[in-house]
């Protein structure tokens, strides 16, 4: 059982992150390729990637087992901040671990070799331990390498299913405040003030004192949050949450090139509709604001949805439609030709 302690100072302090983490991505993905997870959500994806991985991929085998603890400094603390393109830069957050103090290294990798879950004995892990530039090349190398055959094909339509889920989060802040918004994680978090539950496969007690806490939503957490066994003392802690999938998130181009599809698009209705889920809208909201039936906004939603410029995710009573990268780059390149 994982319990989060709030102050009341603590509540004015919550923050969502607002793009995805590469690294916990990383983390958190392939340690669910190594699982025995037989959730239908990433069996195509697990399908596609599993062929990909090779030799280059053994050392992130002993470093992220499919249970267990997973050092603390592959995941490092940058609290959700996106760079100027809205994202997180995947070579500066690998920069980051690489540049990781050697007692850091140390006091991870022994607690790592001394988990049930161990593949290696800590004397394997001695280079990367000692900060042998050799073996941080090696895993740089290895990180980047990951990424690029195993998410990098398939970042936008991540990028818009945490997009989605940030912009529920939004409605449920704005509609109940803090509380609002704690509540709506249920049920993998369970909001009882002034503390915030979650099943947890220990049980911990996590005492914010002031500090905050960051939400960081991660496409492949699974079942139940995440935080760092040691976080920084000074800074907010970072509960990593899972969040909702739609299926078949894999498959499909979703790169909204599809010519036919895009030329469907001609039209004032869609293009308002586009412009208007840049702030994620249900089909209620669309149809109003759009003078059309309830089925209308539907339809529409179908065709920008085919094209892989909208995502349309259920959220028990409604629907809510967000725009997709690919979309956005659209409706952007639309209003600079204007």
Not at 30 to 41: C, E, G, H, R, T
Not at 116 to 145: E, I, M, V
Not at 213 to 224: D, G, K, N
Not at 243 to 271: C, K
């Amino acid at each position: 059982m994982l319990r989060v302690h709030f102050t009341a100072e603590d509540i004015a302090r919550v923050r969502v992150a607002a793009v995805p983490d590469p690294l916990w991505e990383i983390a958190n993905s392939f340690q669910l390729l190594a699982s025995s997870d037989d959730s239908p959500v990433f069996g195509q994806w697990r399908r596609l990637v599993r062929p990909l991985l090779g030799p280059a991929d053994t050392l992130l085998t002993t470093l992220l087992p499919p249970r267990g603890y997973s050092p603390d400094f592959l995941t490092p603390d940058r609290h959700g901040t996106p760079d100027r393109h809205g994202t997180l830069d995947l070579a500066s957050a690998v920069d980051t671990v690489l540049a990781t103090p050697r007692t850091r290294l140390r006091a991870d990798l022994t607690r790592l070799a001394g988990s049930p879950h161990r593949r290696r004995t800590l004397r394997d892990l001695r280079p990367l331990a000692d900060g042998d530039p050799d073996a941080l090349r090696r895993l740089g190398a290895a990180l980047h390498g990951y990424h690029r055959r195993a998410l990098a094909p398939f970042w936008p339509r991540i990028r818009a299913q945490v997009d989605a889920d940030r912009q529920d989060r939004a409605r449920a802040a704005l509609a109940g405040g803090v509380d609002g918004l704690l509540a709506g994680f249920s049920p993998a978090l369970r909001w009882s003030p002034p503390v915030l539950e979650a099943d947890y496969p220990v049980r911990r007690d996590v005492h914010l004192r002031g500090r905050g806490l960051v939400l960081q939503p991660s496409f492949f957490c699974v079942r139940r949050p995440v935080m760092l066994a040691d976080p920084a003392a000074d800074r907010a802690p970072v509960l990593v949450h899972p969040i909702e999938h739609t299926l078949g998130w894999a498959g499909g181009r979703g790169d909204g090139r599809s010519g036919a599809e895009l030329g469907a698009l001609l039209g004032r209705t869609r293009a308002a509709i586009l412009e208007d889920v840049v702030t994620g809208r249900t089909t209620g909201e669309l149809a109003e604001r759009a003078g059309i039936s309830g089925a209308a906004a539907s339809q529409h939603t179908a065709v920008l949805r085919r094209a892989g410029l909208l995502l349309s995710v259920r959220r028990k009573r409604y629907v809510l439609h967000t725009i997709t990268p690919a979309g956005l780059a659209l409706l952007t390149g639309a209003r600079t030709s204007v």
